[in-house]
Each structure stands twice: as C-alpha cells, then as structure tokens.
C-alpha cells in the first residue's frame, strides 16, 4: 500500500506532530497516548508483544534495520541480571534530525513505546541517550517525564499493575560514535564512548555486563501503533521485509527541507519532488546520499529507487537512517567530501589503526586536493587508504568515513581530476 | 573441544577461544601489536586480520572467538595487502628514529615493517606533535613512537591496580598518558617498557646505555623476596645492563625492586676483595692474608654464626658443612624476622601456588603489606578482584593494595588472639570444632570483632589464609599461628588436597632450611645477647645485615662492640663499620645455584654472568675455609655438595637426577603435635611498634641501589605514624615527641593518618627510626597528664 | 581556583546525590554532572575535575579521559555567548562557509576566537541535527534555524547590549 498523494499517507510516528501543545501529557492524552497502555500491562506478556513486533515486520530505524522483533527475542531471560532498555537518541548522522521533532512535539509517543518495550523485556531501568546539543529537547523529555511519574505512567506499580519502570534522559556530550549502541552503552557508564568489539552483543552483555537492548527513538515510537493496531496492520504498509513508514530527513538542494514519514516503498523521486518541493536547481539531482553521510551515493540513475531497506542496497547503497542529502549540480563535490572526510576525523573515537589514522590521513589529502595542491598519486592513496578501513575495524564508522572518498572517485573523478589539474594549470 | 581448520590443518581448542590463541597454540603465525596474552582484549590494532571462508571481511583474530568447523586462512593476498596498509596506517605518524631508538632489534614495529611492510610510504602531510610524559624513575617515554595499542593503559588497570594512565582525546590526537606527580605509583612500573611493543615507553635505567643485540643473556633467579622469579640477567661483557622477566615462566612479570636492584652489582658496596680492618679503616689484602687473619680470630674460640637464608641451597649447605666441620657447638642464626623461635604449626612457606590462590573461592590476608612484599601475588590478588572474588583483610594498617579489599579490619597486634578466638566461637557455632579450641579460647578473656571477617572466609569451600609478617614477627607467633591451624582444620582447610595454610616467609629456601639447619638454629636476639654477655668469643655474618635490617639492631651493634667479626658476602651493609675481616662471596647473578620460593618451586640459575673482582662462590669460600683452618674439607665440586644436599633433601635429589628440578614443588613443614597457649600481653607500654617493609629500602642489596634509593626517596611515608585518635587521647598533635620503650627514651617526628590502627605507632620509615626495630611495644611520652 | 574553591552548592550535592540513584554505579553520572560542574563554573579546570573524581569516587585519570574525549566540555574558559556554527553537509550546501565568514568579520575574530571583550567565542561544529534547518547556529545550546548573515548580526547586536539574553536551563 504506497499512496502517492501526500494528503492521504498514513502516519505512524507523526500522527500527533501537528497538534499544538501535544508534548504536555493532558494533551497527549486527548489524542490517545497511552489510551491502550492499560491493555497491554494487563492483558499481554512478553511472547505476545515480541511476537506482535516480529509480525509487524518492524526494523530498526536507527541505521541497520535489524528486525526489532528478533533482538529483542534474543535477550536471555531469569539470569539473576537486570536488564536494561536503552533508547538511542544521538542522532548524530550528519543529516539526520528525525528523532529531535518526535522529543521535541511528542515526547510521550516515545515514553509509552519505551514502557511498552520496557514490559516486555522486564526492564526496570531504562534511559534515553540524547545528544548533548539537544538540550532542549532533553528538557522537553524531563518534562514530560515528570508528569508520566506524577501520573503514575511511571515508577513503582505503573497503573496499579504490578510492573515497574523508572525512565532517566542522559545527555551526551559531542561525540557522533556515541550513536554506535556499544559506544552509547560505553558513555553510559561514564567513560569515553569507545565502541566494543563483538561478541558478546549487548543483548547479553551490554550496560555493566547485564542484557541490553538499544533502539532508536523512531523504532521505540512506532511500538505503541503496532501494539495498538497489531503486527498485520504494521505488515500491511509497504511492502514485504520493509514495512510500515519511515521518516525521511531530506535536507541539502531542496527547496523545502524537512522531515517527511511516508510509508516504505515511496519513490525517492516522489519524496523529492512531491513533498520536498522539487530541487533548488536543475531538475535532476547530481547526488543523492540516501541514508545519512555514512552511505554511499546515488547518482541521478537511481533517482526513482523505491524507499525500501532492499531496493536501496540493489542500488548499492543503504537506507540508514532514512537521512536523504540532495546535490543538485551546483554541488562541489570535491569540497563536500572534503568536509565529511574532515567530520570523520573529527569524531573517529581513535581506538582501531585503520580509522584513527585512516581518517586524518583521508581528511589531510582532501583538503590539499581541494586547495588545488594534490597530485595524480593521490587518487590511489585515496583509494587504498579509504578501501583498507572499511569493514576492518571495531564499529562502522571507517566504513562510513570510506563512503564519501570511495564514492567521489567512483562516480566523479573528473571532479577530482580537474581540481589536480588546477595546480598545474 | 572445539575443531576448526587453519590453513587448511585441522585444529583442536577449548571452546571459546579466539582465534589468535589458536593460531598461537598451533605454531601459527600471526602478527599482533595490541594483545598480549596477560591482558584484556582490546582488538584496536586490527594487525591480527585473519580470513574465515563465508565471512565478507577479514576478522580481528584476537577478539573473534572459534567456532566449530571455521575455516580460517592466515596467509592471503588479501591479507598481505591489509597488513600493509596497516602497517603504512601505523607509520604515518611514527617517526623514522629507529638507529636512535633503544627499543631498535627488539621492536615489533620495526620487525613487522620489514615483514609485512610496504617499500615506501606515502604519507606526504605533517606528522603530528605529542608530548612525553613523566613517569619516575624507571620509565622514559617517547610518545611520538606510540601506536596506541593501550597495553599500558590496560597494565595500569588490571596488573598495577593503579589506574594512573589513560586514553586522552580521540581520533588522531588522541593520547596515551599519565597522571602522576613524581613516580608512578606501582611497583610493578618496570614491566612497562616491556610490554610496550615500540619505543614508546622505555627503560630509563638502561636508557641509551646498549642496543639488544649486544647483549649476553643469563638465566638466572631473583633472590630479592620470596617469590624468587625467574630472571633474565643482561649484560654487555660482564657489566649488567637490564633484568627482565622470563617468558613462560609462572609468572610474566617481575617487580621493580627485582628487575632496578642490579645497578648494587657493581656499587661501591660491593664486597670484591678480601679486606682488613686497619683503624677505622678496612683495607685490601690478599686472601692469604685474610684468611690468616681470619684464623687468628676464630681458631679454638667459640664462634656463632649468622646467614641470610637468600644464599643458594648449595651456598647453605656449605655453611653447615663448615661449621660441622669447625665449630661443632655453633649456634647459628638466619632470618632477620622472627622473635620467636618455638616450632610453628605450619611452618614459613606457602602449601598454595600462586595460581591457586588466585582461584579459591576466598582470600584472607592476615597481617601482611602484600603489596610491598610480594607484589606478584598482590598482582594476582587485583585479578581476583576483577574476576569478583573477595579478598578480606585484617591487619594493623590499611595497607594500600590498589584494588577493592571486600572487608577490612584494623587491629593492634595485641588483638591477634582476641581475634582468633572470636573467629572460633563463631565456626564452633556451626558445628565446625578442632580438639584444643576450648582450651585456646579459655585461655584468651577478649574477643575482638574482626573475627568476623576471619570466620566468614574460613566458612566458604575453599579458602587461602595469607599469614603475614605482623604474626610472625610477634612475640607469641607460635602460639597465634598454633590457633590459626587449629581453625583452618576446623573448617576443613588443612587436608594435604585442600590445604590453606600459607606463612608469608621473609626470604628464600625457608622450606628447606628447617630440614638442612633447624637442629641447631636460635634466634638472632639469643645470638647478640651470647655474644654481648661474653658467651661467645666471635661471630661469622654470612650475607645478613642486622644493623641494617630486620628485629636486632641494637642488639647488634652491642654485640659487634664486644667480639670481633668476620662478614663473609656480597655487600658489606651497614654492619662494615664493625667487622674485623671480609670476604667476598659471589653474587647470586653470579653462581650457578639452587633456589626455592615460597610456593616451594625450585628454581635454578644456571648460566652466571663473570665476576667482577676477587669473589668466588659461597660454597668454595667455605671449604676454603675449612681448609685453612685446619678441618677436613668435606666436599670439593658442587656434585658432591648437592650429594650432601639430597641427603637432607631427598626430593631435590631424585630431580636433579631426573632433570626435572624445575617441577618439584617442596611443600612447607607441618607441626602437628605443637601446643601453645596465646600469652597475656604485658602492658607495660600502650602501643604496638608495627614496622613498615619497603620494597625500595629493605635488605642491604636494596640500598645499595641508587634507583631504588631513590625510588624510596620518592615513595617515602613520614618517619613514624599514629591513627589521629592516639594522639588526640593523648591531649597532642603531630610533631616531634619523646616515645619510650624499654631500650630509653628518643625523639621522633610523628604524623597521623587514618589508615593506622589506633594504638598502633607505625614505623613508616626504617633507618631514621631504626632502632625501634628492637621493640614489639612502646609509648608516646607528652600531653595532658 | 584551588580545590577548596571549587565547590557545588548544597543544592546542586543534593541533586547529585539524588542522580547517582538513578545508575547502577556512579561513574554513569559523570557526565551529567560535569555538564552541571560547566554551567555551574563555565568551565572544567583541572580542580573541578579532581573535586568531581573525589565526589564520584573515581580516579581523575577517569575524568580525565571522559572530559578530553566529549567536544562539549571545555577545559579552558570561553566567551559568554557560544557561537556554533554547523558547516556539515547540509548546512554548507545551504551556505554555512559564508555564513560563518560573515560572522567572523562582524566579531572581527577567527574561527575558534573569542573576541577581547570576552563576550563572544565563534566556533565550527559538526552536524547539530538540524539540517532541515540549514545553516544552523547554536548560541549557548539553543538552536537558531535558517540562520542568515541578516540575522545572525542582528542577533549578535542584541547580545551585545543585552537586549537578548539566551539561555535553556538545565544540565542534566
Ligand atoms: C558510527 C555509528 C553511529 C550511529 N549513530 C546512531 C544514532 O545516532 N542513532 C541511532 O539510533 N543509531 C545509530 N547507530 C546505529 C546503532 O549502532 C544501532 O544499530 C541502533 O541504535 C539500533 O537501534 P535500532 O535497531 O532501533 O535501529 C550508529 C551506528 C554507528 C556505527
Ligand atoms: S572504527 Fe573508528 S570510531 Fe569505530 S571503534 Fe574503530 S576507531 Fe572507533
Ligand atoms: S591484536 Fe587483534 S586487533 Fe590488535
């Protein structure tokens, strides 16, 4: 089920984020928060919510779209350990800011579906990892918080059902790798955010060695439709193996940037065109990052690629976080890559060779190349340099930081090869 | 067990190990900075990639655990290239110092660079600038050679406890680096440089001084403590350079005071000729003049004699044979550290190996500084800890140990029996009873409440009790020692399988000494006291130090006023000052010797590095001896004197023949049939004298080390130390004040800390303070009356 | 400051004890409550940083590491106002580069300055996630969307004489 016509898409996350004032709980309420909350604390269990979750098809929206439903199965039960529901809310993707509008207008979507997840996973400690940026969404969270414990949403006995669970909102404090789950787990306890070889997952081992889940925001938001409505509803949006919505952050050479929930299987091209108000220049985009700047380009080839977890790897790149940056040909390329390479050095947390050095090394040779100082050998330093990181190292950040060098030499090295020409020139 | 191929051989492991450890248990290679078998995985360094058929991209073998039926492949093209630029990764940033650079030959980088390399660099942008840090005495750094790899970081953590450097920023400026104010604050700081796999962190000691390659190696045995390690001793011709830990010995690492004490082999204290008193000084002489001389002094007189128990088997053995040989009637001391003599239930040395004691379900260390002890076991302690299993404490300080002590209690010495008593009342209660607890705990009127913590761990399956120094050292050892038996048979920790019992000893060789020397041993007070009362008309000091060391100093240096004294040894102390003739005897890097631990492993140095003046080994010196003195000289090669010593010992015996020297394990003499009563302390003076052990001051080697001088200089506590609450009942505060003992009255500069049991007069720095040694009790003298 | 200086108010300890709770161990609330210690001090001295290891019961190597790695935490002190300007990917396709020279010459610093009168410090940060926003300016940690060189020097006028004054409370 894709409508085409953006008046009459479905929205799952979203649903409220029009009304005014729906981040206080009174409001919230008379739109249906946490109105089949009562149900699920009485009348589900475990199995029937993890099994309405497997069935909804939902994946994860945080950037690898694994099945929700599946790791949460996956958390060992009655060890004798607590176990811990973390909500990633780092949101550090260079073009990703779908998780801000869900905190920022409708924090409590996002507190119900942590209690719902919560219950089912017998949580009893959960917290949301937010940007340290985000303090005003951070506040917004503390808030609404407050009043779900003033309303018994929260805390000991939730609705007078025998369940529990207190929610805390901890900041971070600049660091991008902390989105990385083991990164987040690792800032959690009070250290740098140095990402965590595996095994073990966190599911087993994660916050201080207990059995851990981390899902993003979106993720944790679209729980209380599912359970709401059921597992087949959910299955029924979009196509098969992608289902549901998705929130798309388009930003870049569009003339209406913005975040935009549409169901899975829209045409990127009706995303841009339809919604998004067309490209600021030209009528084709030059490129098309789908996925937030880790993933590699798209040329104006795939520019009708359905908006599915799987069309978008056929095209030979990822969906991520549905964080979709437009070039139009107005782009220079060379200096965009320039900066993300710069971004990735920056925030490599320095640990793996490949990356820690990789990465400055890939940022140094940009910024001669876009200065008008490189030279011909630099395109297979580049090249090797950027190839040897990924997929060699501890988390994905080298691979994201390859993604941008290795698609520039792929699809544009005449860009580069003009500006090598410029010394000489 | 889990099967997998590598290279196409089938393999077999434990499950659960990685893939490295596979490959390092099959013979194969395959290169790695960051792991280190000793310490957690980390996985930064990604140079141990590996290939497994089905996976997309190479693994980190190092953190990849086997699975059953993988197929790993170590050697691709693909894999060559990865190395490669891994290793291009690492050197952009590492500068090409390496003619320069001490760590040169024996640098994984530098190896690897040739191995797996590439033949040029690229890396044409500025490298980056880092800033060295200090770490003390012993460890210079160089940080523009790090890779990063954490092994320090992880070693200050989890080995050192100490925590005291770190990971600072990140990405390409990110840095290793330390906090510390003047040293680190671990005794184990040595090991640094030698598990730094480049030149960042380096031997200062050794600084500059040779390249690896010119270096001669001998194995050798560390008689700096109990643990007696095995050794590297490095020299350059016979110059010792470096001493460094033996790999796949039972334990990777050494401390500092083993590995920093050999710049004291070639110290102006070193005994290298024979030498005569002449006035006030001793002059060189031949060794027939010293020998003549030496005749003069002992011929027909009555002689006692004292040794150090940190001499060989061998070189004790030989000391026997002499005085068998010559003074028949000696009486003869070793050992510092013990006030009395009586027989103890379980006698000085460990029935645990380290590794043991490592695993029990529960640790209780009785009375001891472990950490300045022995910082092996206290390392092994730390592991323990983060394995999370307790490790309880009582003891008159709390001695800093840089890991989480689970239970803790201070005490004075004097509470020791209320202590034990309290502990039996409690295991009684449920139902665990030893024949003679009634009468032990009648004849104790105090219980004290530390017991607690005693009873609790004696209560669980298997527990390690670590007796330390404050209970052998005490007046009524025995009879303490004779309670501590009483409750770990009790509780079941006595069988031979199950044993617990483990008395810190104060050096080497204590399991064998009682059998090659207990006949006829005293303590070294009823020596000086002979002595002093005109009992005796000389004395031989074979190695020891009293002045210097240990319980006896005033008692010394009265009996070395009133008799002449011959000192036979290696370094001449702080006794030089008194005695009549020395001479040399080698040093243990010097000799090929048998040695054993606390643990009762035996340990052999074979390969002595050459002399350096007129010294010969202990055991030629006293038959030499012998000799001139007229007697029949019983041996005359070490064959025969290890003949004689399996004899005593038919243990060492059977394994010389056998080869197998290096397995025996020579269990600690048990006493069943002692039974002694705790004593009513006097309490003619209201504190405990408690005596700090200092790893970079005690024993004469020691301070004749100028870096663990001044390593001691740096770690130095004030002279003495009370709890605050002793002196605030005594209406003073800290500073100067007069303590009487029944030796007199001195003044003495006095601090608090909280970390001293109150009413406990803490000697934190021996030599300024040294002649409260003699005490067990004290006064501080002042105050409101 | 010596360490004696560097004290929490009662309330702040009181808050702290209170967040400590919330975590299984208190290492976790290191973070929090150094971004208290920098609102409550503007910055992080070392002082700060060995009173809060001793208030957490860590080593200050383990605040050390976790105020060197996180970008948010300064340890020297800066202008009263923060200036940050995104110049990611879709702040610089939508002009960031000319916005943040366009500010520099307003203040008359260079990225990374902090202009004499200790008013203002202009610094480049990376993505604020923000980008349907772009450019985006952050002024201490609130966020100013579709930032144009119009604005940002009408908003840096008012700053100045303290027409505005920007601030969202709140550091944990
Ligand atoms: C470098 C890096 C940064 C990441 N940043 C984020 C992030 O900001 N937000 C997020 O939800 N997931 C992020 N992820 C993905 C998380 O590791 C993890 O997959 C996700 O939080 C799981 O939640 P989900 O299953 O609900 O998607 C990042 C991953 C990497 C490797
Ligand atoms: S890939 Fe980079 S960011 Fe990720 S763990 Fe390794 S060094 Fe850190
Ligand atoms: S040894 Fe495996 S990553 Fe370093």
Request: aromatic share 6%.
């Amino acid at each position: 089920m894709i409508p085409s016509d953006p008046k009459q898409v479905k929205q799952i996350c979203f649903d409220r984020i029009n009304i005014p004032n729906v981040h206080k709980l009174s409001v919230a309420r008379e739109h249906g928060a946490y109105e089949f909350l009562p149900t699920v604390l009485n009348e589900f269990d475990s199995d029937k919510i993890i099994d309405e979750v497997k069935t909804s098809g939902l994946r994860g929206r945080g950037g690898a779209g694994f099945p929700t439903g599946l790791k949460w199965s996956f958390v060992p039960r009655n060890t004798g350990k607590p176990t811990y529901l973390l909500c990633n809310a780092d949101e550090g993707e260079p073009g990703t800011f779908k998780d801000r509008d869900i905190m920022r207008f409708d924090p409590h979507l996002l507190i119900e579906g942590m209690i719902m997840a919560g219950f089912a996973l017998n949580v009893h400690d959960a917290y949301i990892y937010i940007r340290g940026e985000f303090l005003h969404e951070a506040n917004v969270l503390n808030a609404a918080i407050e009043e779900a414990y003033a309303a018994n949403l929260l805390g000991e006995n939730i609705l007078g059902t025998n369940y529990s669970m207190n929610l805390t909102v901890h900041r971070g404090a600049g660091a991008y790798v902390c989105g990385e789950e083991t990164a987040l787990i690792e800032s959690l306890e009070g250290k740098p955010g140095r990402p965590r070889f595996k095994p073990p997952f966190p599911a087993v081992e994660g916050f201080y060695a207990c059995p851990t889940v981390v899902n993003n925001v979106e993720t944790l938001a679209t729980v209380p439709a599912i359970l709401k409505h059921g597992g087949e509803w959910h299955a029924a949006i979009g196509i098969p193996n992608n289902t549901g919505c998705k929130i798309f952050s388009v930003s870049g050479h569009v003339n209406k940037p913005g975040n935009y929930e549409v169901p899975m299987g829209t045409s990127m091209k009706v995303l841009i065109e339809e919604y998004c108000g067309g490209l600021q220049h030209g009528t084709v985009p030059k490129v098309i990052i789908p996925g937030g700047s880790s993933t590699p380009w798209l040329t104006a080839e795939h520019y009708d690629v359905p908006l599915t977890y799987d069309d978008i790897m056929k095209a030979g790149s990822f969906l991520g976080s549905g964080a979709v940056i437009v070039m139009d040909e107005t782009a220079d390329l060379v200096a965009l890559t320039r900066r993300l390479s710069h971004f990735y050095a920056h925030e490599s947390c320095g640990q793996c060779t490949p990356c820690r050095e990789g990465t400055g090394w890939l940022d140094r040779i940009m910024v001669r190349v876009q200065g008008g100082a490189g030279t011909a050998d630099d395109v297979d330093v580049l090249h090797d340099a950027a190839q040897h990181m990924a997929g060699r190292t501890i988390c994905a950040l080298a691979e994201g930081a390859a993604a941008p060098v290795l698609s520039l030499l792929k699809f544009f090295p005449e860009d580069v090869k003009a500006r090598l020409a410029e010394k000489s020139a | 067990m889990t099967y997998l191929f590598i290279n196409d051989e089938e393999v077999e492991v434990t499950p659960g190990t990685s893939i490295l450890e596979a490959c390092r248990q099959h013979g194969v290679d395959v290169p790695y900075f960051c792991y280190h078998p000793e310490l957690s995985v980390a996985a930064n360094c990604r140079m141990c990639l590996v290939e497994v058929e089905g996976w997309p991209k190479p693994a980190a073998s190092c953190c990849t655990p086997v699975s059953e039926g993988m197929k790993v492949k170590t050697q691709t093209e693909g894999l060559k290239k990865d190395r490669e630029m891994i290793m291009e990764y690492l050197l952009i940033h590492h500068p090409l110092d390496c003619p320069v650079c001490d760590q040169g030959g024996s640098c994984k980088l530098q190896d690897y660079t040739v191995k797996h390399g590439a033949s040029r660099g690229r890396y044409a942008e500025p490298k980056r600038a880092v800033i060295n840090y200090e770490l003390g005495p012993f460890v210079n750094t160089c940080m523009t050679r790090c890779i990063h790899c954490t092994r320090c970081v992880r070693f200050a953590d989890e080995v050192a406890g100490t925590g005291d450097i770190g990971v600072l920023n990140r990405a390409d400026h990110m840095t290793i680096a330390g906090i510390v104010e003047e040293a680190l604050e671990s005794e184990l700081s040595g090991n640094l440089p030698d598990i730094c796999p480049v030149g960042a962190l380096l031997d200062k000691p050794s600084h500059d001084v040779s390249r690896p390659w010119e270096l001669d190696r001998h194995k050798s045995t560390c008689t700096q403590c109990p643990h007696g390690c095995d050794i590297q001793i490095e020299s350059r011709g016979d110059v010792v350079v470096r001493i460094q830990p033996i790999e796949d010995s039972p334990e990777p690492w050494i401390c500092d005071r083993g590995r920093y004490v050999y710049d004291a082999f070639r110290s102006d204290n070193r005994i290298l000729q024979p030498k005569l008193r002449q006035g006030e000084q001793l002059v060189a002489a031949s060794w027939d003049d010293a020998f003549a001389k030496t005749v003069e002094l002992l011929k027909d007189k009555r002689v006692g004699i004292l040794f150090s128990p940190d001499w060989s088997i061998e070189g004790q053995t030989a000391i026997r044979l002499m005085r068998d040989a010559l003074f028949p009637e000696a009486k003869i001391a070793y050992g510092l550290h013990r006030r009395d003599m009586r027989t103890f239930a379980f006698e000085e040395g460990f029935s645990m190996t380290t590794a043991q004691i490592e695993a029990a379900d529960h640790v209780v260390v009785i009375g001891s500084d472990l950490r300045q002890r022995l910082p092996l076991v206290m390392q092994r302690l730390r592991k323990r800890g983060r394995a999370g299993k307790p490790v309880s404490r009582i003891g008159a300080m709390n001695y800093r140990t840089d890991m989480q002590i689970d239970r803790d209690a201070l005490i004075r010495p004097r509470d020791w029996a209320a202590v034990i008593a309290r502990a039996m009342e409690q295991v009684s209660e449920v139902g665990k009873q030893a024949s003679g607890f009634e009468a032990w705990m009648a004849a104790v009127p105090e219980r004290h409440e530390a017991g607690k913590i005693l009873a609790d761990a004696l209560l669980s399956d298997g527990c390690a009790l670590l007796v330390g120094e404050e209970i052998r050292a005490h007046e009524d050892a025995a009879a303490l020692i004779h309670g501590l038996d009483l409750l770990m048979r009790a509780c079941g920790h006595a069988e031979s399988e199950s044993d617990g019992r483990n008395l810190l000893p104060e050096g080497m060789n204590r399991q064998v000494l009682s059998a090659t020397h207990g006949d006829v041993r005293v303590s070294p007070g009823d020596l000086f006291a002979a002595a002093s009362a005109g009992e005796l008309d000389a004395l031989i000091v074979i190695g020891s130090d009293p002045i210097g060391d240990g319980l006896f100093p005033t008692a010394a240096k009265a009996a070395f006023d009133k008799v002449p004294v011959v000192q036979i040894g290696s370094i001449s102390g702080e006794l030089a000052d008194r005695v009549d003739v020395q001479l040399p005897a080698a040093a243990y890097s010097e000799i090929e010797g048998t040695f054993v631990n606390m643990e009762g492993r035996v340990r052999v140095a074979s390969q002595p590095i050459k002399s350096l003046g007129e010294e010969r080994p202990l055991w030629k010196v006293m038959m030499r001896l012998v000799q001139v003195m007229g007697g029949e000289v019983p041996v005359v090669s070490l064959d025969e004197l290890r003949a004689v010593v399996a004899e005593k010992l038919p243990e060492l015996g059977e394994a010389w023949k056998a080869g197998t020297i290096d397995q025996v394990l020579l269990k600690p003499r048990r006493n069943r049939n002692v039974d002694y009563l705790p004593a009513k302390p006097s309490d003619a003076f209201d504190l405990d004298v408690v005596s700090r052990y200092s790893l970079y001051r005690e024993g004469m080697w020691a301070r004749a080390s100028a870096l663990l001088s001044e390593a001691g200089r740096i770690h130095a506590l004030d002279d003495l130390l009370v709890h605050p609450d002793t002196l605030q009942s005594l209406g003073l505060e800290a500073g100067e004040h007069t303590v009487r003992t029944f030796l007199g009255e001195a003044r003495y500069e006095i601090g608090t800390r909280e970390d001293v049991s109150p009413g406990v007069l803490f000697i934190a720095k021996r030599g300024v303070a040294g002649d409260l040694s003699d005490v067990s009790v004290a006064s501080i003298e002042g105050g409101r009356s | 400051m010596s360490s004696e200086t560097v004290r929490f108010s009662d309330e702040r300890l009181a808050e702290i004890d209170k967040l400590v709770k919330r975590y299984p161990s208190a290492q976790s609330a290191l973070m929090p409550v150094l971004h208290m210690a920098q609102e409550d001090f503007g910055y992080l001295s070392m002082d700060t940083q060995k009173m809060i290891a001793e208030l957490l019961g860590l080593r200050l190597m383990q605040v050390r590491e976790v105020v060197t790695f996180y970008t948010m935490f300064r340890e020297q002190p800066c202008g009263s106002y923060l200036l940050e300007v995104c110049t990611n990917a879709g702040c610089m396709l939508n002009g960031a580069y000319e916005l943040a020279e366009h500010m520099c010459n307003t203040l008359g610093i260079k990225m990374g300055e902090t202009t004499e009168d200790g008013l203002f410090t202009i610094a480049e940060v990376e993505c604020a996630g923000a980008c349907g926003g772009a450019p985006v300016v952050q002024v201490n940690n609130v966020y100013h969307e579709h930032a144009t060189p119009e604005s940002m020097d009408a908003l840096i006028t008012k700053l100045r004489t303290g027409q505005e004054a920007v601030s969202e409370g709140g550091a944990a």
